[in-house]
């Protein structure tokens, strides 16, 4: 495997959360939030695999930022424990010449979705809650996904976007978050009738 590759970074990934563990119990409210996080990052982690046998570098490295973007926040909030790889940011020379219209459609359509799912849900813990506080640290790190990341590419600008986004539907499957409009832009179950 080639150090600082796309792979090493999937194969990091994928170790930390085979090691990651948990102290809630099966059978309890906040058992089935971990179990629910468990099969977001599982499911991401594995369609980056089946992206990566299509050679689809695009939709592998969205979706392996969106699983690190759910484990870092379930880390945060307690729900695992562990540690995760740094977040890798590749250059756009890294994928196909072929593959750059798609990466700047869907960095594009997953900023516009981003922004959208943002201004789609409210805080739902009250003030003063310590969930509230994490309620706001989880938001922010939706809001400045470039902030504390200089990015220089589409490529990077993809993953972060899909990173930060990883946190908002980690905190909204947690309870975190009431969505108010567009339920659509969720990966989690909602009221059909919004």
């Given amino acids: 495997m ?8 999937r194969s990091d990934l994928s170790l930390a959360y085979s090691n990651a563990g948990s102290f809630q119990l099966p059978k309890t409210p906040l058992g089935a939030v971990t179990a629910g996080i468990r099969e977001m990052i599982s499911s991401y982690l594995t369609d980056s695999e089946v992206f990566y046998q299509r050679e689809d570098l695009v939709n592998e490295y969205a979706a392996l930022l969106y699983a690190h ?32 219209e798609r990466l700047l459609e ?5 900023e ?17 809650s310590p969930l509230y506080t994490a309620a706001v640290y989880i938001r922010k790190k939706g809001e400045d996904v470039f902030l504390n ?46």
């Fill in 112 to 128: 516009l979705m981003l922004h959208d799912a943002l201004g789609s849900i409210e805080i739902a813990p009250p003030s003063g």
């Fill in 149 to 194: 990341n200089p990015v220089t590419g589409y490529m990077q600008e993809l993953g972060l976007i899909s990173y930060g986004y990883g946190w908002i539907d980690a905190g909204l499957r947690a309870g975190l978050f009431n969505i108010v409009a567009n339920p659509h832009l969720f990966t989690t179950e909602t009221d059909p009738d919004l």
């Fill in 69 to 100: 973007g759910w484990f870092d926040a379930a880390i945060y909030l307690g729900y695992l424990t562990g540690l995760t790889p740094p977040i890798y940011l590749p250059e756009d020379k890294s994928i196909p010449c072929d593959q750059h």
């Fill in 106 to 110: 869907k960095r594009n359509r997953y």
């Fill in 2 to 9: 080639n150090p600082g590759s796309l792979e090493q970074y």
